[in-house]
């Protein structure tokens, strides 16, 4: 059965059950020296992030840029410490109104209850129609966050 959550850190809570060690915000849930992959992302976007401080940097640059409806957990697969989970989500790229309607497989491997490698797979082409292009997808994300 799928579930809906509003948000990302609900979803891995749901996703990695008690095998999460408990964590009052998104970030904590990453090991410090977290390896967060993007298999799939296109030119302009990265495709690998390491460190917790990497991670939060690049939810920072996504934020402003996709506006995230609903997020529905489907199949989760556990096979000791890593977790394998499909999911989807709805949004809109916010400077172009054009859908993110995204389908991700996600495997996340846990050391101490904190989550050390994160290999995500998704569609390029929906993060592209929804940022409007390539080229336009690379520029949004090089622009600088104002603290």
Not at 66 to 94: Q, R, Y
Request: glycine share 10%; with cysteine.
């Amino acid at each position: 059965m799928d579930h809906k959550f509003d948000s990302f850190s609900d979803l891995l809570r749901a996703a990695l059950g008690e095998k999460l060690a408990p964590s009052d915000s998104l970030l904590g849930m990453f090991d410090e020296d977290v390896v967060f992959e993007f298999p799939y992302a296109p030119e302009g976007l990265p495709k690998r992030l390491d460190g917790v401080g990497a991670l939060d940097a690049h939810l920072q640059k996504l934020g402003p840029l996709i506006d995230f409806g609903p997020m529905v957990l489907g199949t989760v697969h556990a096979a000791g410490d890593t977790i394998i989970f499909e999911f989807s989500c709805t949004g809109k790229g916010v400077r172009t109104g054009a859908p993110y309607d995204q389908d991700y497989i996600s495997v996340v491997t846990l050391r101490d209850g904190r989550i050390m490698r994160y290999r995500d797979y998704w569609n390029p082409t929906v993060v592209l129609t929804a940022l409007g292009g390539r080229e336009a997808a690379a520029a949004a994300y090089a622009e600088e966050v104002p603290a």
